[in-house]
Protein backbone atom coordinates (compact mmCIF):
# COMPACT_ATOMS: atom_id res chain seq x y z
CA UNK A 1 0.00 0.00 0.00
CA UNK A 2 1.41 3.53 -1.04
CA UNK A 3 1.13 5.35 2.04
CA UNK A 4 2.31 8.76 0.88
CA UNK A 5 -0.24 8.37 -1.98
CA UNK A 6 -4.03 10.26 -1.01
CA UNK A 7 -6.84 10.19 -3.55
CA UNK A 8 -6.62 9.74 -6.98
CA UNK A 9 -3.71 11.96 -8.41
CA UNK A 10 -1.85 13.27 -4.92
CA UNK A 11 1.17 12.50 -2.91
CA UNK A 12 1.76 14.24 0.37
CA UNK A 13 5.57 14.09 1.46
CA UNK A 14 6.20 12.72 4.86
CA UNK A 15 9.59 14.23 4.96
CA UNK A 16 9.12 17.38 2.79
CA UNK A 17 11.98 18.46 0.83
CA UNK A 18 13.02 22.34 0.62
CA UNK A 19 13.89 24.35 -2.54
CA UNK A 20 17.00 25.84 -0.93
CA UNK A 21 17.55 27.93 -3.47
CA UNK A 22 16.56 29.32 -7.35
CA UNK A 23 17.91 30.71 -9.96
CA UNK A 24 16.93 32.38 -13.21
CA UNK A 25 18.31 33.41 -16.53
CA UNK A 26 16.25 35.57 -19.23
CA UNK A 27 16.16 36.86 -22.75
CA UNK A 28 16.06 40.78 -23.66
CA UNK A 29 12.69 41.23 -23.57
CA UNK A 30 12.06 39.53 -20.57
CA UNK A 31 14.37 41.94 -19.21
CA UNK A 32 12.05 44.42 -20.57
CA UNK A 33 8.86 43.00 -18.57
CA UNK A 34 6.75 43.32 -15.38
CA UNK A 35 8.92 41.40 -13.88
CA UNK A 36 12.51 42.48 -15.14
CA UNK A 37 13.86 43.28 -11.35
CA UNK A 38 13.40 39.39 -10.39
CA UNK A 39 15.93 37.38 -12.26
CA UNK A 40 19.56 36.76 -11.49
CA UNK A 41 20.86 37.84 -14.88
CA UNK A 42 19.42 39.54 -18.54
CA UNK A 43 21.26 38.24 -21.82
CA UNK A 44 22.59 40.88 -23.54
CA UNK A 45 20.41 39.73 -26.57
CA UNK A 46 18.92 36.31 -27.86
CA UNK A 47 22.45 34.68 -29.07
CA UNK A 48 24.45 35.23 -25.91
CA UNK A 49 28.06 35.13 -27.93
CA UNK A 50 26.93 31.40 -29.24
CA UNK A 51 26.67 31.12 -33.43
CA UNK A 52 23.08 29.36 -33.07
CA UNK A 53 19.71 29.84 -31.13
CA UNK A 54 20.11 26.25 -30.12
CA UNK A 55 23.75 26.74 -28.49
CA UNK A 56 22.51 30.04 -26.76
CA UNK A 57 19.20 27.91 -25.13
CA UNK A 58 22.14 25.20 -24.09
CA UNK A 59 23.87 28.12 -22.56
CA UNK A 60 20.77 28.89 -20.80
CA UNK A 61 20.96 25.74 -19.28
CA UNK A 62 24.69 25.76 -18.31
CA UNK A 63 24.76 29.04 -16.54
CA UNK A 64 20.97 28.56 -14.77
CA UNK A 65 22.66 25.32 -13.46
CA UNK A 66 26.03 26.71 -11.69
CA UNK A 67 24.28 29.66 -10.81
CA UNK A 68 21.56 27.84 -8.65
CA UNK A 69 24.61 25.73 -7.36
CA UNK A 70 26.42 29.04 -6.46
CA UNK A 71 22.97 30.47 -4.80
CA UNK A 72 22.75 27.15 -2.51
CA UNK A 73 26.47 26.85 -1.97
CA UNK A 74 26.79 23.54 -3.21
CA UNK A 75 29.60 21.72 -5.67
CA UNK A 76 28.37 19.74 -9.36
CA UNK A 77 29.71 16.52 -7.21
CA UNK A 78 26.84 17.10 -3.79
CA UNK A 79 24.20 16.89 -6.73
CA UNK A 80 22.78 13.31 -6.77
CA UNK A 81 20.56 13.96 -9.84
CA UNK A 82 19.54 17.15 -12.54
CA UNK A 83 15.50 16.39 -13.66
CA UNK A 84 14.95 18.55 -16.82
CA UNK A 85 14.31 19.17 -20.17
CA UNK A 86 12.63 21.30 -22.75
CA UNK A 87 11.11 21.82 -26.14
CA UNK A 88 13.68 21.22 -28.63
CA UNK A 89 13.46 18.11 -30.44
CA UNK A 90 15.07 15.24 -28.43
CA UNK A 91 15.72 17.72 -25.76
CA UNK A 92 18.72 18.75 -26.93
CA UNK A 93 18.76 21.87 -25.27
CA UNK A 94 19.21 20.25 -21.41
CA UNK A 95 21.30 17.67 -22.78
CA UNK A 96 24.36 19.71 -24.25
CA UNK A 97 23.66 22.35 -21.89
CA UNK A 98 24.14 19.51 -19.15
CA UNK A 99 26.75 17.20 -21.02
CA UNK A 100 29.81 18.67 -19.21
CA UNK A 101 28.00 18.77 -15.80
CA UNK A 102 29.38 14.92 -14.60
CA UNK A 103 25.78 14.93 -12.36
CA UNK A 104 23.71 12.15 -12.98
CA UNK A 105 20.53 13.21 -15.14
CA UNK A 106 16.67 12.16 -16.12
CA UNK A 107 15.70 14.11 -19.08
CA UNK A 108 12.26 14.94 -18.90
CA UNK A 109 9.50 16.08 -21.66
CA UNK A 110 6.20 17.84 -20.46
CA UNK A 111 6.11 20.64 -22.68
CA UNK A 112 5.93 23.60 -20.49
CA UNK A 113 4.91 21.65 -18.09
CA UNK A 114 8.26 20.41 -17.50
CA UNK A 115 9.22 23.17 -14.18
CA UNK A 116 6.30 21.18 -11.79
CA UNK A 117 7.13 17.94 -13.45
CA UNK A 118 10.81 18.07 -12.62
CA UNK A 119 9.91 19.48 -8.82
CA UNK A 120 7.20 16.49 -8.95
CA UNK A 121 9.95 13.94 -9.19
CA UNK A 122 12.15 15.37 -7.75
CA UNK A 123 10.28 15.65 -4.59
CA UNK A 124 9.59 11.51 -4.73
CA UNK A 125 13.25 11.05 -5.05
CA UNK A 126 14.38 13.34 -1.75
CA UNK A 127 11.35 11.73 -0.13
CA UNK A 128 11.82 8.69 -0.61
CA UNK A 129 15.67 8.91 0.61
CA UNK A 130 17.11 8.07 -2.89
CA UNK A 131 18.60 11.99 -2.91
CA UNK A 132 20.18 14.41 -0.88
CA UNK A 133 20.10 17.25 -3.02
CA UNK A 134 18.39 17.02 -6.65
CA UNK A 135 18.24 20.44 -8.91
CA UNK A 136 14.95 20.11 -11.27
CA UNK A 137 15.33 22.94 -14.46
CA UNK A 138 13.91 23.76 -17.58
CA UNK A 139 14.37 26.26 -20.79
CA UNK A 140 12.96 27.68 -23.50
CA UNK A 141 14.27 30.05 -25.93
CA UNK A 142 11.97 32.20 -28.54
CA UNK A 143 13.87 31.64 -31.12
CA UNK A 144 14.64 28.44 -31.33
CA UNK A 145 11.15 27.30 -30.49
CA UNK A 146 9.97 29.32 -33.18
CA UNK A 147 11.86 27.93 -35.81
CA UNK A 148 10.65 24.33 -34.55
CA UNK A 149 6.93 24.87 -34.28
CA UNK A 150 6.32 27.83 -36.12
CA UNK A 151 8.15 29.70 -39.33
CA UNK A 152 11.40 31.58 -39.88
CA UNK A 153 12.17 34.58 -37.75
CA UNK A 154 12.43 36.84 -40.64
CA UNK A 155 9.19 35.80 -42.57
CA UNK A 156 6.59 38.82 -42.35
CA UNK A 157 3.48 37.17 -40.84
CA UNK A 158 1.12 38.51 -38.49
CA UNK A 159 0.23 36.75 -35.03
CA UNK A 160 -3.40 35.56 -33.91
CA UNK A 161 -4.39 37.62 -30.78
CA UNK A 162 -5.21 34.63 -28.86
CA UNK A 163 -0.81 33.28 -29.36
CA UNK A 164 1.75 33.26 -27.31
CA UNK A 165 5.19 34.18 -27.21
CA UNK A 166 7.54 31.73 -26.23
CA UNK A 167 9.78 32.74 -23.62
CA UNK A 168 13.53 32.84 -23.47
CA UNK A 169 14.86 31.73 -20.29
CA UNK A 170 15.98 29.25 -18.07
CA UNK A 171 14.79 28.38 -14.70
CA UNK A 172 16.25 25.84 -12.10
CA UNK A 173 15.32 24.94 -8.48
CA UNK A 174 17.62 23.26 -5.94
CA UNK A 175 15.38 20.25 -3.73
CA UNK A 176 17.19 18.95 -0.75
CA UNK A 177 16.56 17.24 1.98
CA UNK A 178 17.33 20.45 4.48
CA UNK A 179 14.43 21.13 6.66
CA UNK A 180 15.10 25.02 5.74
CA UNK A 181 12.22 25.50 3.39
CA UNK A 182 9.87 26.84 1.40
CA UNK A 183 8.46 23.33 1.91
CA UNK A 184 7.07 20.98 -1.43
CA UNK A 185 4.07 19.39 0.93
CA UNK A 186 1.80 17.95 -2.30
CA UNK A 187 2.55 17.39 -5.59
CA UNK A 188 -0.70 16.48 -7.76
CA UNK A 189 0.19 14.78 -11.10
CA UNK A 190 -1.79 15.69 -14.13
CA UNK A 191 -3.53 13.52 -16.69
CA UNK A 192 -3.11 14.38 -20.23
CA UNK A 193 -6.56 16.32 -21.24
CA UNK A 194 -7.96 17.10 -24.66
CA UNK A 195 -11.03 19.19 -25.37
CA UNK A 196 -10.35 18.74 -29.10
CA UNK A 197 -8.88 22.31 -29.35
CA UNK A 198 -6.79 22.30 -32.86
CA UNK A 199 -5.46 26.23 -33.38
CA UNK A 200 -1.71 26.03 -32.29
CA UNK A 201 -2.20 29.49 -31.92
CA UNK A 202 -5.01 29.25 -29.25
CA UNK A 203 -2.92 26.68 -26.66
CA UNK A 204 -3.93 28.42 -23.64
CA UNK A 205 -7.95 26.80 -24.56
CA UNK A 206 -6.12 23.81 -25.30
CA UNK A 207 -4.75 23.85 -21.90
CA UNK A 208 -6.87 24.92 -19.46
CA UNK A 209 -8.76 22.41 -19.40
CA UNK A 210 -6.00 20.28 -17.83
CA UNK A 211 -4.88 22.80 -15.54
CA UNK A 212 -8.48 23.29 -14.32
CA UNK A 213 -8.72 19.75 -13.92
CA UNK A 214 -5.72 19.02 -11.75
CA UNK A 215 -6.99 22.04 -9.56
CA UNK A 216 -10.32 20.57 -8.47
CA UNK A 217 -8.40 17.30 -8.24
CA UNK A 218 -6.00 18.76 -5.77
CA UNK A 219 -8.70 20.15 -3.82
CA UNK A 220 -10.09 16.99 -3.76
CA UNK A 221 -7.48 14.75 -2.80
CA UNK A 222 -6.24 16.69 -0.36
CA UNK A 223 -9.48 17.71 1.44
CA UNK A 224 -7.80 21.75 0.90
CA UNK A 225 -10.34 24.94 0.37
CA UNK A 226 -9.13 27.44 -2.30
CA UNK A 227 -8.59 29.76 0.84
CA UNK A 228 -5.62 27.57 1.77
CA UNK A 229 -3.56 29.36 -0.23
CA UNK A 230 -1.97 32.75 -1.20
CA UNK A 231 -2.13 32.02 -4.92
CA UNK A 232 -2.37 29.60 -7.33
CA UNK A 233 -0.57 30.02 -10.25
CA UNK A 234 -0.74 28.47 -13.74
CA UNK A 235 1.97 28.00 -15.96
CA UNK A 236 1.27 29.99 -19.48
CA UNK A 237 -2.51 29.58 -20.10
CA UNK A 238 -2.28 33.11 -21.42
CA UNK A 239 -5.09 35.83 -20.76
CA UNK A 240 -7.05 34.16 -22.93
CA UNK A 241 -6.99 30.00 -21.08
CA UNK A 242 -7.01 32.16 -17.38
CA UNK A 243 -9.93 33.50 -18.34
CA UNK A 244 -11.25 29.87 -19.59
CA UNK A 245 -9.40 28.17 -16.53
CA UNK A 246 -11.53 30.36 -14.16
CA UNK A 247 -14.51 29.68 -16.02
CA UNK A 248 -14.59 26.08 -15.93
CA UNK A 249 -13.37 26.04 -12.04
CA UNK A 250 -16.55 28.24 -11.60
CA UNK A 251 -18.78 25.87 -13.41
CA UNK A 252 -17.35 23.40 -10.63
CA UNK A 253 -18.07 25.85 -7.54
CA UNK A 254 -14.93 26.95 -7.18
CA UNK A 255 -14.16 30.82 -7.48
CA UNK A 256 -10.75 31.45 -7.53
CA UNK A 257 -10.68 35.34 -8.53
CA UNK A 258 -8.82 37.26 -6.11
CA UNK A 259 -5.50 34.07 -5.45
CA UNK A 260 -5.55 33.32 -9.00
CA UNK A 261 -3.04 34.09 -11.78
CA UNK A 262 -0.79 32.82 -14.22
CA UNK A 263 2.98 33.41 -15.35
CA UNK A 264 2.21 33.98 -19.23
CA UNK A 265 0.40 36.60 -17.90
CA UNK A 266 2.74 37.96 -15.09
CA UNK A 267 5.89 37.81 -17.18
CA UNK A 268 5.56 40.41 -19.86
CA UNK A 269 3.64 44.05 -20.44
CA UNK A 270 1.48 42.42 -22.43
CA UNK A 271 0.15 45.41 -24.58
CA UNK A 272 3.36 47.09 -24.60
CA UNK A 273 5.59 44.17 -25.74
CA UNK A 274 3.46 42.84 -28.38
CA UNK A 275 3.10 39.39 -26.84
CA UNK A 276 -0.72 39.20 -27.70
CA UNK A 277 -2.08 36.47 -25.14
CA UNK A 278 1.11 36.43 -22.96
CA UNK A 279 3.85 34.08 -22.67
CA UNK A 280 4.42 30.71 -22.94
CA UNK A 281 7.61 27.71 -23.20
CA UNK A 282 8.90 25.46 -20.39
CA UNK A 283 11.05 28.84 -19.72
CA UNK A 284 7.96 30.93 -19.13
CA UNK A 285 6.74 29.13 -15.61
CA UNK A 286 10.14 28.22 -14.46
CA UNK A 287 11.83 31.72 -14.73
CA UNK A 288 8.76 33.02 -12.89
CA UNK A 289 8.45 30.53 -9.90
CA UNK A 290 12.41 31.06 -9.88
CA UNK A 291 12.36 34.43 -10.22
CA UNK A 292 9.35 36.12 -9.06
CA UNK A 293 7.17 33.59 -7.17
CA UNK A 294 10.64 32.29 -4.70
CA UNK A 295 11.46 35.95 -4.00
CA UNK A 296 8.32 36.73 -2.71
CA UNK A 297 7.45 33.41 -0.49
CA UNK A 298 10.84 33.87 0.90
CA UNK A 299 10.25 37.93 1.64
CA UNK A 300 6.71 36.22 3.28
CA UNK A 301 4.55 38.13 0.68
CA UNK A 302 3.34 34.61 -0.22
CA UNK A 303 3.23 31.30 2.27
CA UNK A 304 1.32 29.10 0.17
CA UNK A 305 1.90 28.78 -3.00
CA UNK A 306 -0.13 26.19 -5.47
CA UNK A 307 2.04 26.26 -8.99
CA UNK A 308 0.45 24.36 -11.61
CA UNK A 309 2.40 24.14 -14.63
CA UNK A 310 0.69 23.67 -17.96
CA UNK A 311 1.88 22.04 -20.97
CA UNK A 312 0.76 21.43 -24.72
CA UNK A 313 1.63 18.07 -26.19
CA UNK A 314 1.66 18.69 -29.72
CA UNK A 315 4.29 18.49 -31.81
CA UNK A 316 4.20 19.97 -35.90
CA UNK A 317 3.98 16.67 -37.73
CA UNK A 318 0.62 16.17 -35.08
CA UNK A 319 -0.43 19.27 -36.33
CA UNK A 320 0.12 19.01 -39.78
CA UNK A 321 -1.82 15.87 -39.07
CA UNK A 322 -4.97 17.58 -38.35
CA UNK A 323 -4.90 16.27 -34.50
CA UNK A 324 -6.30 18.01 -31.68
CA UNK A 325 -3.92 19.35 -28.98
CA UNK A 326 -3.90 17.52 -26.53
CA UNK A 327 -3.08 19.34 -22.73
CA UNK A 328 -1.65 18.58 -18.70
CA UNK A 329 -1.04 20.47 -15.49
CA UNK A 330 1.21 19.16 -12.90
CA UNK A 331 0.58 20.69 -9.55
CA UNK A 332 3.09 21.31 -6.53
CA UNK A 333 2.02 22.44 -3.34
CA UNK A 334 5.05 24.94 -1.89
CA UNK A 335 4.89 26.34 1.88
CA UNK A 336 6.87 28.82 3.08
CA UNK A 337 7.09 26.64 6.80
CA UNK A 338 5.45 23.54 7.68
CA UNK A 339 2.43 24.87 10.24
CA UNK B 1 -13.78 17.48 -14.07
CA UNK B 2 -17.30 16.81 -12.59
CA UNK B 3 -18.86 19.27 -14.47
CA UNK B 4 -17.43 20.18 -18.04
CA UNK B 5 -18.35 21.13 -21.04
CA UNK B 6 -18.58 18.56 -24.31
CA UNK B 7 -16.07 19.31 -26.88
CA UNK B 8 -18.71 20.96 -29.31
CA UNK B 9 -19.69 23.43 -26.37
CA UNK B 10 -15.88 23.44 -25.50
CA UNK B 11 -15.34 24.80 -28.93
CA UNK B 12 -18.44 27.13 -29.15
CA UNK B 13 -17.64 28.76 -26.00
CA UNK B 14 -13.76 28.95 -27.05
CA UNK B 15 -14.41 30.94 -29.64
CA UNK B 16 -16.96 33.11 -27.50
CA UNK B 17 -14.13 34.26 -25.24
CA UNK B 18 -11.06 34.53 -27.66
CA UNK B 19 -10.39 38.16 -28.81
CA UNK B 20 -10.51 38.04 -33.21
CA UNK B 21 -8.13 40.05 -35.29
CA UNK B 22 -8.81 43.51 -35.64
CA UNK B 23 -10.27 42.92 -39.52
CA UNK B 24 -11.14 46.54 -40.53
CA UNK B 25 -8.09 48.08 -39.24
CA UNK B 26 -5.58 45.31 -40.37
CA UNK B 27 -7.44 45.40 -43.92
CA UNK B 28 -6.81 49.32 -44.25
CA UNK B 29 -3.06 48.91 -43.52
CA UNK B 30 -2.85 45.43 -45.74
CA UNK B 31 -4.46 47.82 -48.52
CA UNK B 32 -2.28 51.02 -47.89
CA UNK B 33 1.16 49.10 -47.24
CA UNK B 34 0.06 46.69 -50.47
CA UNK B 35 -1.00 49.37 -52.27
CA UNK B 36 2.54 51.44 -51.70
CA UNK B 37 4.44 48.20 -53.17
CA UNK B 38 2.63 48.47 -56.14
CA UNK B 39 3.41 51.95 -56.76
CA UNK B 40 6.61 51.47 -56.35
CA UNK B 41 7.06 48.47 -58.58
CA UNK B 42 4.94 50.74 -61.45
CA UNK B 43 7.09 53.92 -61.02
CA UNK B 44 9.99 51.43 -61.77
CA UNK B 45 7.75 49.69 -64.29
CA UNK B 46 7.24 52.80 -66.05
CA UNK B 47 10.85 53.98 -65.60
CA UNK B 48 12.15 51.45 -67.31
CA UNK B 49 9.64 51.35 -70.53
CA UNK B 50 10.88 55.07 -70.67
CA UNK B 51 14.30 53.77 -71.31
CA UNK B 52 12.94 52.71 -74.42
CA UNK B 53 12.92 48.68 -73.21
CA UNK B 54 10.14 46.35 -74.90
CA UNK B 55 7.18 45.43 -72.59
CA UNK B 56 8.51 41.42 -71.76
CA UNK B 57 11.43 42.33 -70.94
CA UNK B 58 10.48 45.47 -69.05
CA UNK B 59 7.78 43.10 -67.44
CA UNK B 60 10.96 40.64 -66.51
CA UNK B 61 12.87 43.36 -65.08
CA UNK B 62 10.30 45.14 -62.94
CA UNK B 63 9.29 41.63 -61.38
CA UNK B 64 13.31 41.07 -60.81
CA UNK B 65 14.22 44.58 -59.63
CA UNK B 66 10.81 44.22 -56.78
CA UNK B 67 11.98 40.48 -55.59
CA UNK B 68 15.53 41.73 -55.40
CA UNK B 69 13.84 44.60 -52.63
CA UNK B 70 11.88 42.05 -50.80
CA UNK B 71 15.38 39.97 -50.44
CA UNK B 72 17.07 42.86 -49.33
CA UNK B 73 14.89 44.14 -46.66
CA UNK B 74 14.16 40.91 -45.43
CA UNK B 75 18.06 40.24 -44.93
CA UNK B 76 18.16 43.55 -42.97
CA UNK B 77 15.51 42.40 -40.57
CA UNK B 78 13.12 44.95 -42.10
CA UNK B 79 10.38 42.91 -43.79
CA UNK B 80 9.11 40.91 -41.01
CA UNK B 81 8.42 43.91 -39.09
CA UNK B 82 6.50 45.40 -42.26
CA UNK B 83 4.87 42.24 -42.30
CA UNK B 84 3.30 41.85 -39.04
CA UNK B 85 2.40 45.29 -39.46
CA UNK B 86 0.86 44.79 -42.96
CA UNK B 87 -0.31 41.16 -43.12
CA UNK B 88 -1.34 40.01 -46.29
CA UNK B 89 -0.45 43.66 -47.88
CA UNK B 90 3.06 42.34 -47.83
CA UNK B 91 2.90 38.81 -48.41
CA UNK B 92 0.38 39.21 -51.51
CA UNK B 93 2.89 41.26 -53.76
CA UNK B 94 5.93 39.51 -54.98
CA UNK B 95 8.47 41.05 -52.81
CA UNK B 96 6.81 38.70 -49.92
CA UNK B 97 7.25 35.66 -52.29
CA UNK B 98 10.98 36.56 -52.06
CA UNK B 99 10.55 36.73 -48.09
CA UNK B 100 9.43 33.62 -48.14
CA UNK B 101 12.41 32.05 -49.33
CA UNK B 102 14.95 34.34 -48.17
CA UNK B 103 13.83 34.31 -44.51
CA UNK B 104 14.01 30.09 -44.68
CA UNK B 105 17.44 30.47 -46.17
CA UNK B 106 18.85 32.63 -43.73
CA UNK B 107 17.17 30.74 -40.90
CA UNK B 108 18.77 27.11 -41.70
CA UNK B 109 21.89 28.48 -42.41
CA UNK B 110 23.28 27.21 -39.19
CA UNK B 111 22.55 23.53 -40.42
CA UNK B 112 25.14 23.99 -43.17
CA UNK B 113 24.64 25.86 -46.76
CA UNK B 114 23.01 22.08 -48.46
CA UNK B 115 21.43 20.37 -46.00
CA UNK B 116 20.46 23.77 -44.14
CA UNK B 117 20.12 26.89 -46.39
CA UNK B 118 19.96 24.73 -49.50
CA UNK B 119 16.98 21.60 -48.16
CA UNK B 120 14.86 24.34 -46.55
CA UNK B 121 14.64 27.23 -48.60
CA UNK B 122 11.77 26.22 -50.56
CA UNK B 123 9.95 25.12 -47.23
CA UNK B 124 7.42 27.73 -47.35
CA UNK B 125 7.61 28.71 -50.98
CA UNK B 126 7.82 25.61 -52.32
CA UNK B 127 4.11 24.06 -52.48
CA UNK B 128 3.21 27.47 -54.18
CA UNK B 129 5.79 26.85 -56.95
CA UNK B 130 4.77 22.74 -57.01
CA UNK B 131 0.82 23.99 -57.38
CA UNK B 132 1.42 27.24 -59.05
CA UNK B 133 3.42 24.87 -62.05
CA UNK B 134 0.81 22.40 -62.36
CA UNK B 135 -2.15 24.88 -62.33
CA UNK B 136 0.03 26.20 -65.59
CA UNK B 137 0.32 23.21 -67.46
CA UNK B 138 -3.40 22.50 -66.79
CA UNK B 139 -4.65 26.00 -68.25
CA UNK B 140 -1.79 25.47 -71.16
CA UNK B 141 -3.44 22.09 -71.94
CA UNK B 142 -7.02 23.38 -71.87
CA UNK B 143 -5.75 26.51 -73.61
CA UNK B 144 -4.26 24.09 -76.44
CA UNK B 145 -7.55 22.12 -77.25
CA UNK B 146 -9.97 25.24 -77.11
CA UNK B 147 -8.41 27.77 -79.25
Given amino acids: MAERHIGKQTVIFKNPPSIKATASIVGPKEGKGALRQSFDYIIPDELWGEDSWEKAESKLVRETLSKVLQKGSLSNDQIEYVLGGDLLNQCIAANYGLRETDIPFFGLYGACSTMAESMSLGSMLIDGGYADNVVCMTSSHFCSAERQFRYPLELGSQRAPTSQWTVTGSGAALLTSDQTGPYIRYVTTGKINDMGISDVNNMGAAMAPAAADTILTHFADTGLTPDYYDLIVTGDLGKVGKKICLDLLNMNGIDLENRFNDCGVMIFNTKDQDTHSGGSGCGCSATVFAGHLYKEMMKGNLKRVLFVATGALMSPISTQQKESIPGIAHAVSIHRSLD | ?147
Fill in chain 2, 1 to 147: MNKSFTKEEYSQYVKSVSPNSKLFLNIIKAFLVGGIICVIGQVIFNWLKGRGLDSDMVSGLTSAIMIFLGAFFTALNVYDELGRFAGAGSIVPITGFANSVVSPAMEFKTEGYIMGTGAKMFVIAGPVIVFGICASILVGIIHYFII
